[in-house]
């Protein structure tokens, strides 16, 4: 058996690292009964507050449908609002209610001391500036994924 290919060891690293990253995810915010796709929710709406279910889809990398079951959910446990868009009727522009955005708050001050006990820098030097280096590289290969992506949802050329 060969060794993989480095890019091959890279696409096996990230994913296992997205995994733990996503589990480390899914267990902090259980505290405050959120599941990831509805704490994203709450993330993009108080992000930018009135935006469409196609927008949300397009942020959330899923389908509109997948989007519409969440947020009736979430309609329903009070914490989203929908209204029809007047530039559209066929559309609704989704915003927090009261309680989703103090969940979120709640959810959010939790995700960010988590991810500081994760991901904090080392104390010295040397770690800023790997970590300054490290998030450069992954800037570059983010552009690249994109780029890829949007390639990947172009039609099929016959």
Same mark, same amino acid.
């Given at each position: 058996?060969?060794?993989?290919?480095?890019?091959?060891?890279?696409?096996?690293?990230?994913?296992?690292?997205?995994?733990?990253?996503?589990?480390?995810?899914?267990?902090?915010?259980?505290?405050?009964?959120?599941?990831?796709? =509805?704490?994203?929710? @709450?993330?993009? %709406?108080?992000?930018?507050?009135?935006?469409?279910? &196609? +927008?949300? /889809? $397009?942020?959330?990398?899923?389908?509109?449908?997948?989007?519409?079951?969440?947020?009736?959910?979430?309609?329903?446990?009070?914490?989203?609002?929908?209204?029809?868009?007047?530039?559209? =009727?066929?559309?609704? @522009?989704?915003? %927090?209610?009261?309680?989703?955005?103090?969940?979120? &708050? +709640?959810? /959010? $001050?939790?995700?960010?001391?988590?991810?500081?006990?994760?991901?904090?820098?080392?104390?010295?030097?040397?770690?800023?500036?790997?970590?300054?280096?490290?998030?450069?590289?992954?800037?570059?290969?983010?552009?690249?994924?994109?780029?890829?992506?949007?390639?990947?949802?172009?039609? &099929?050329?016959?």
């Amino acid at each position: 058996m060969t060794d993989p290919a480095p890019a091959e060891r890279l696409y096996d690293t990230l994913v296992k690292l997205f995994l733990i990253v996503n589990d480390s995810d899914r267990h902090v915010l259980a505290r405050h009964g959120l599941t990831l796709p =509805r704490f994203h929710v @709450l993330q993009h %709406l108080h992000r930018e507050p009135g935006i469409s279910f &196609a +927008q949300l /889809s $397009a942020l959330m990398l899923t389908d509109r449908a997948n989007i519409s079951r969440i947020v009736r959910g979430m309609e329903a446990d009070g914490l989203v609002s929908r209204r029809l868009n007047e530039r559209d =009727r066929r559309s609704y @522009l989704l915003q %927090l209610t009261e309680q989703g955005a103090d969940l979120y &708050a +709640q959810a /959010s $001050a939790t995700h960010r001391e988590d991810i500081t006990l994760r991901f904090g820098d080392t104390g010295d030097d040397g770690g800023r500036r790997l970590s300054h280096d490290l998030l450069a590289q992954l800037g570059v290969l983010r552009n690249q994924l994109e780029e890829h992506l949007e390639m990947l949802r172009q039609p &099929a050329a016959c």
